[in-house]
């Protein structure tokens, strides 16, 4: 056998054995068997050779070549099995050792609001509306009726961005963009965040939320507004809650009034939480003006509806016996962990 070959096995099998890995073995195939390995080189000088030289140096090469082959998948399997066995061993998992807590978030009690308020609504036909919270002042104000000189269109109370936009201070807006595009009957509710430039206190927010309704068909009337609100009243503080509207003044409604519900705490017999009266206010509401109608192009000759609105903070507040309503905000997980 060529001397060459006799040293090129002979290296290749003490590399072999002392191989530890998969890339140390694979280092050693490409170096002895690759395509600039040692065996190819010994292959490619064959060209001078005589023939009968040529058949000898080719078939030693080849035996060469079967040998190391062999010692180099045994080796694979070999180091393939340790390999496997570390990665079983450094990878095991102690399943008696205790596991990481995994904490679960809970819904924002505001949502858990929103959600059963919109449920309750969506069972009884309306559908959900959106609208987006930077409006137009004609959305906003002209639209619903509101005089030049209402308090609540002052830069003091509105955050405007230019002379005609603005962030909407109530969800109302959304009442005129379905009354121009959506065909009637309308039956919607409008739940979204309003801006208003109030001090944070315990009980005002520059941000707040609100749910908005509305119904617009023929032949609606006050008696279809106080059944709606007093089915909802029961629905979502308990069967027992009594309703009460008293008279109020909304540029948008025409008549107008504040509802109450008896106080779910004492029942209404007085206590602190309703100032002693027996009743908690908890939204306002009244028939749709004309002019509401007209600037949404109906006819209000035709067609009469009801608008309600809630404010959720308040509402939630009530509900879960909440004294500041700046805790909804400050993302506090001890508190909101209780929901």
């Keep these: 056998m060529d001397d060459r070959l006799t040293r090129i096995l002979t290296e290749a099998k003490e590399q072999i054995k002392k191989a530890a890995s998969v890339s140390d073995t694979e280092e050693i195939r490409v170096r002895v068997l690759g395509k600039q390995g040692q065996l190819t080189e010994i292959l490619r000088s064959m060209g001078k050779l005589s023939h009968e030289e040529k058949k000898a140096l080719g078939q030693d090469a080849n035996s060469v070549k079967v040998e190391i082959e062999k010692l180099l998948e045994e080796k694979f399997e ?75 269109r002052d ?27 959506q065909p009637l009957p309308i039956k919607v509710v409008v739940p979204g965040r309003c801006f208003r430039c109030d001090t944070p206190d315990a009980t005002h927010s520059p941000m ?27 629905r979502i503080f308990g069967a027992d809650v009594r309703t009460k509207f008293r008279p109020h003044y909304f540029p948008f409604t025409e008549p107008s009034a504040e509802v109450d519900v008896s106080c779910f705490k004492c029942g209404g017999i007085g206590c602190r939480m309703c100032k002693w009266s027996g009743w908690i206010e908890i939204m306002g509401c009244g028939m749709v003006h004309p002019n509401v109608l007209r600037a949404g192009g109906i006819d209000p000759e035709v067609y009469s509806g009801f608008a309600f609105g809630v404010g959720l903070e308040r509402m939630t507040m009530r509900r879960y016996a909440i004294n500041d309503l700046r805790l909804f905000f400050e993302n506090d997980l001890r508190f909101l962990g209780q929901f």
């Design 155 to 181: 830069m003091s109370d509105t955050f405007y961005i230019t002379e005609n936009t603005l962030l909407r201070t109530h969800t109302s807006p959304v009442q005129v963009r379905t009354l121009m595009n």
């Design 208 to 234: 707040f939320h609100q749910v908005e309704g509305l119904l617009v068909d023929e032949g609606v009337t006050m008696a279809d507004l106080k059944g709606t609100l007093d089915c909802f009243a029961k």
């Design 78 to 152: 070999a180091v393939k099995g340790s390999a496997l066995e570390e990665q079983f061993r450094t990878e095991k998992i102690d399943v008696t050792e205790p596991g990481i807590a995994r904490t679960l978030g809970v819904k924002h009690p505001i949502t858990l609001t929103i959600n059963e308020i919109s449920a309750i609504f969506m069972s009884m036909g309306f559908s959900i509306a959106e609208g987006p919270e930077v409006d137009t002042v004609f959305n906003n104000f002209d639209a619903l009726n509101a005089p030049q000189n209402h308090p609540s």
